[in-house]
């Protein structure tokens, strides 16, 4: 699943070195006729582009060799079994029911966007302490994820933060086992994943709202808007296109759920996502082969399903005059 | 590290040969024929270990003290925390120091491939102890670091103020026990250890306390292992009554191992299923915490056969030498010298590796008792990997964590099914993967 995290994420980095990559050989191109040396801006690429082969598209490939055979991750011969992994991933339509996780993550990911919008807009508004808001905002971001992990175990323990701070406020009924009681635990581990990223995509809103132009919203307070019009007609349309890229990312992280519920519950009580159980089927069970083909079924599905979300959501130009 | 130790401990599943009594004082040389004179072996040989605990510490003083024998050969450490993983991982290159610990996942038909023969298993058997564990087709490849007995820690002080007295021999007793715990003391009678995974695969080295030294080889052979009698019914039974009856934790997801160490020793909770390597480690937690060491006591699994309870011993991890190693002699000399003469083994409460070592003063517990050691037989020729197949194929990780902990989120009602439905599942599993394997 690492690869398949290294795939999909050096996917916009890579898009995006291309684009540079496009207008530099244009003005190289330019000088390359003029002094006759066409080959000096592959000389320059030779070493990223031979980093990107090695540490993205060589694993990957193996990944996909991996994914054709029976191998246990340790054998020295790798016997090639065709498409039988793909077949048996098809045929076991248990390997699919964790998906249904993923729905608590999604419906979390709406939650994390809706507030992070919030506070980006009441933030990017000249409002009293802002820094030290927005310090607290991104900070959980900050901290590793296994530190979360281990902190959220003691927060959620029987009698632990939670339950403490409840009882504190007279909220004792609520208490109940967070991580314990099967119809909680994915809410809980949710949760957690929603204060972790939460603040990252504050930060990109709030950056993206800090550039629509001051001059609109003095505009728009002489037309007689308020904030709700503000954010409504300027802020909303401005940044329209980072909250696509957000939800985008969103969606696909949700898919492949990883790091929280495998250091805190490691998948137990119905909290197994499709990555930890590809982790499982390699590590546990020794079918690489069989991990592999779930990390490429994987991998094929949040391709789909960004391809979906970009033609239901089509990429226009922003224009705000 | 502790947690590394603990997975080897897990490892005792593999099988061996010969029924011993209390076991004892055969005889046999404990010296071993090196493969050369001391002067002659030279060269520097890199020792992976798991025990990133004492590598500086206990490790150093062992290279030092093997230098004395072997002045000319420089012994470098590798201690790796995650030491199947990352291992396994390296073991696709050449790279992997000269003497290793065979991991778990290897399968026997894989040995030779990645390690040199130490010789044969009759030989070899001769001198040392679990050498069966490891070997195929007649040679033995590696030889353990220590044993482990099986059976279950518990907090004397608390089964007494409970107001038990007597360990109990049957599944009911146990219960009974357990339940007389929490009436009567403010310990949680069980704890699972359910969070951290890895103790729950200590509930399969219990196995065997029937007495039965093939019992891994009727296990590959049968094809309903949870069938109410068998020995993994019985297991997993006694396991989902403690769950069923609320007699465990009351959040399993919140567990801690670390901290279990600290409540079994202060008597916050009375019974874990674990290894004899276990028992070191809680008597100074029960120090540590102010009591008194003695109050660590260590139980066979409570079933009789005629009057007699079974404890199966185990080799923890092997060592064996890199077949790609450029320094065998020494590689083999290092291995020879810590089995012998470094008394591993001893000071970490095992049972020692060689046939006529010490007897761990940590089993104290079981001479009153009687218990009697199995030591489990080797697979029959053509059917080294069968057991381990029918593993992976059916994805029931006997030795990990992953069946267990929904047993008891079944047991616990977070899970849907109940004990039988659970049972003939796995069994339909087993029987299916068995129909695969041939």
Known sequence: MAQVTSATGTGSLRRATARTAVTRRGRRGRQGRANGWRITPWLFLLTPLALLATFTYVPVGNMFLYSVTSWDGLDPALEFIGLANYVEIFTRPELFRVFYVSLYYVAASVVQMALALYFATILSFSTRFRNVFKGILFFPYLVNGVAIGFVFLYFFQPDGTLDTVLHAVGLGDLSRHWLGDPDMVNISLAGTSVWRFMGLNFVLFLGAIQSIPGELYEASELDGANRWHQFRYIIAPGIKRIISLSFILAISGSLSVFEIPFIMTGGANGSTTFVIQTVEMAFTHRKVGLASAMAVVLLLIVLIVTWIQRRLIPDDEVNLT | ?438
């Open chain 2, 1 to 438: 590290m502790k947690k590394s130790t603990a997975r080897a401990a897990g490892a005792l599943s593999a099988a061996t040969l010969m029924l011993l009594g209390a076991c004892g004082t055969g005889g046999g040389s404990g010296d071993a024929e090196t493969s050369g004179e001391p002067e002659e072996i030279s060269g520097s040989i890199t020792v992976l270990t798991q025990r990133t605990d004492i590598v500086d510490t206990v490790f150093a003083d062992y290279a030092d003290r093997f230098n004395e024998v072997y002045p000319d050969v420089e012994v470098n450490f590798e201690a790796i925390t995650d030491y199947e993983g990352e291992v396994t991982i390296r073991m696709n290159t050449e790279d992997y120091g000269d003497v290793l610990l065979i991991p778990n996942t290897v399968a026997r038909d894989q040995l030779p491939l990645f390690f040199e023969p130490l010789g044969t298993v009759d030989e070899l058997s001769a001198d040392y102890r679990f050498v069966q564990e490891q070997s195929f087709e007649g040679n033995g490849y590696g030889i353990a670091i220590t044993g482990n007995a099986s059976g279950i820690l518990y907090n004397k002080r608390v089964w007494a103020e409970a107001g038990v007295t007597e360990v109990p021999t049957s599944h009911e007793e146990f219960i009974a026990a357990l339940h007389a715990i929490a009436d009567n003391t403010d310990a949680i009678p069980y704890y699972t250890n359910y969070a951290d995974g890895w103790p729950m695969s200590q509930w399969e080295s219990l196995h065997a306390f029937t007495g039965d030294p093939d019992a891994d080889n009727v296990l590959a052979r049968t094809d309903a292992p949870w069938a109410e009698g068998e020995e993994h019914y019985q297991i997993d039974s006694l396991l989902y009554d403690i769950v069923a009856e609320g007699l465990s934790e009351p959040d399993p997801l919140t567990t801690n191992w670390e901290e279990s160490k600290t409540l079994i020793g202060s008597g916050q909770v009375a019974t874990m299923v674990l290894g004899s390597w276990a028992i070191v480690q809680m008597q100074q937690a029960a120090e540590d915490a102010g009591f008194s060491a003695d109050d660590i006591g260590y139980m066979p699994f409570p079933s009789q056969v005629d009057g007699v309870s079974y404890s199966t011993i185990g080799g923890d991890y092997k060592q064996g030498i890199n077949v790609h190693s450029d320094n065998i002699p020494a590689a083999r000399a290092w291995i020879e010298w810590f089995t012998n003469e470094s008394g591993y083994a001893f000071d970490e409460g095992g049972v020692s590796p060689m046939v006529d070592g010490p007897e761990p003063t940590t089993l104290g517990d079981f001479e009153p008792l009687g218990v009697q050691y199995v030591e489990l037989n080797p697979p029959p020729a053509g059917e080294e990997t069968l057991l381990s197949d029918i593993r992976t194929t059916s994805e029931i990780d006997l030795g990990g964590n992953v069946y267990r902990q929904r047993l008891v989120d079944i047991a616990r009602g977070a899970a849907d099914g109940d004990m039988a439905s659970y049972f003939e599942e796995l069994n339909t599993r087993w029987a299916d993967a068995r129909a695969q394997v041939g």
